[in-house]
């Protein structure tokens, strides 16, 4: 009996720990393999490149784009700091005019990415732009000698820009946290004589600090690993010297060189932000069901108007300038969308973003699965090495791709010379498979969160009762979990789908000859000051980035 009991208790422990689905464990390893190899690649090369390019850049390059990356981030991360805070606090403590509409529509600048903010902003603000032109004719200058206008291609017109479209991370996590606990917290300190702000930054602040770090961390990420908008801006950051140190003076090892250095700053930044998140699901335990029922500090009188306006201005800045700019171009161009340049751009997009989410979709699902079906120190490791690549810029992940999959084309090729005498030419580095590879590193988190998210939302004894009926693990996966993991499968695949039709930094550098994607499109006909052409394009990237913001702001609706 004893033995027995044993026995059944180490077929349960086997199953829970996922010892007995060794396949599954394998698969986690070779889809953090994956992800792991373009990191390797860039050490590889950093350090078999040589020195020769090292004195030229310790002394002209890196010391200038470290400085300006972290002036860009620090300033970058204390104004959507500033900005996300606030809305959040106001929206989830606060009642006031069109509270309920703007608590949605804060999130919509997430819909517009940098370079397209970017390039709408450099038309609102340049010398022909409405703006300068109001003012010239209002004042009677006639050229921009006669008056004084901040230059919107500088380090702050970069953080303005950049601001506007990422506050959304660092609004979303703290709106969550004052919803949860800080308007609980702040009845209670009420009751006992404290004001609002003595509240607010007492209480709430300090209770919503893991929220704010994890958002920092999410918007520092972000500002690292744009490439459109700092170079549009004449801003040169890390991100832009590994772009010019590759692309302009030819210099791949040195450009892998400063890609370290910033792989340096990713790994620092995770660090924060996966102990912020220990501490919030730590916090978050403390939140009880009462908080629903608080009620929110009622404005009145010119601070209600103030706090809508404080909650209007970063949508009219974040969105709506970018939306009707971008948008009014496109109306007077719609005969673009049957031009073939316009068409085979859609079509590489659509392409390059389908398979994305197809490959990421399937490899997050099996380190979902596998974290499901037994948690192992193993299968832990895997997924926590897959979801590095997130934080690691799209420049940097270029350089890492690159790399591998030129010597695996050059060894296909020289085997097929000597073997067969044909050319294979560039099966990989010639045609969108790079980009896709670049992609699935940096969104795999992005679908495996989402699965997960799903798979813990479904009962474990769901798979107990099908085992206990005589189905197989297999057949369990197949005619119980699928069926019921289709919505979360479809989000992640949507998810992956848009963002990788926004993704520039990573594209820019490794697409092939002749083949744009739309945001490859738009960045050369901005680069070209020619954004009015780039307009149609840019309108289906907004639209298409739409949806998941519409997605989000439908969940917070249904929330108090």
Known sequence: MQSTSQSLKRRRTGAR????????????????????????????????????????????????????????????????AIVGILTAWLVASCEFPLRR????????????????????????FTFTGPVQG????????????????????????????????????IYLACRSMFLM??????????????????????????????????????????????IGAVEFLGVQTLTFSIFDTWLNRGSLAGAAQIACIMLVFVIGLMMIERAARRRQRFSSQKTTSAV?????????????????????LPVLSGFAVPFLILGNYALKRLDQFIEPRLLNALFHSILVSGATALVTVL?????????????????????????????????????????????????????????????????????????????????LTMAEGTLEAGFQKLSPHLDMAARALGRTGGQTLRTVLLPMMRPAVLTAALLVFIET?????????????????????????????????????????VIAGMIPVILVSRSMERRP
Not at 144 to 162: N, T
Not at 204 to 226: C, K, W
Not at 398 to 411: E, H, K, R, S, T
Not at 511 to 539: G, H, I, Q, W
């Open 134 to 169: 109001l003012i010239r004719a209002v004042f009677g200058f006639k050229t921009s000698r006669d008056y004084w206008f901040p230059d919107i291609r500088s380090l702050g017109g970069a953080v303005m820009v950049l601001s506007s479209v990422l506050y959304p991370y």
């Open 17 to 80: 720990t996922g010892l007995s689905h060794p396949l599954l464990a394998v698969w986690a390893g070779g889809a953090s393999l994956i992800v792991l190899m373009p990191i390797l690649a860039i050490a590889w090369l950093a350090i078999s490149g040589g020195a020769a390019d090292w004195p030229h850049l310790m002394q002209n390059v890196i010391p200038r784009a470290t400085i300006r990356t972290l002036l860009l981030i620090g300033l970058t991360g204390a104004t959507t």
């Open 363 to 443: 490899l997050g699902f099996v380190l979902a699965y596998a974290a499901r079906t037994g948690r192992s120190r193993f299968t832990d490791t895997a997924g926590r090495l897959a979801s590095f690549g997130y934080g690691v810029p799209g420049t940097v992940l270029a350089i890492g791709v690159l790399f591998p999959l030129a010597a695996l084309d050059n060894w296909v090729d020289a085997g097929f010379r000597s073997t067969f005498g044909i050319s294979t030419g560039l099966l990989m580095t010639g045609t969108g498979f790079a980009i896709i590879y670049a992609c699935t590193v940096r969104f």
């Open 501 to 541: 039709m926004k993704e520039l930094s990573a594209t820019i550098m490794l697409r092939p000859f002749n083949f744009n994607t739309l945001a490859t499109l738009v960045y050369e006909d901005a680069s070209r000051a020619k954004v009015e052409d780039a307009s149609v394009a840019a309108m289906i990237i």
């Open 292 to 312: 629903h029922d608080a009620s929110r500090l009622s404005l009145s009188g010119w601070k209600k108007w103030a706090a809508t306006s404080a909650c209007l």
């Open 101 to 124: 509409f703007l608590s949605a529509a804060l999130v919509l600048p997430l819909a517009i990415p940098a370079y397209l903010a970017a390039y709408a902003f450099g038309e609102l």
């Open 181 to 226: 606990q800080g308007r609980a917290a702040a009845d209670v300190a009420r009751t006992l004589g404290a004001g609002p702000l003595k509240v607010f930054f007492r209480i709430q602040i300090p209770m919503a600090r893991p929220a704010i770090m994890i958002g920092l961390t999410l918007v520092a990420m972000e500002t690292l690993n744009d």
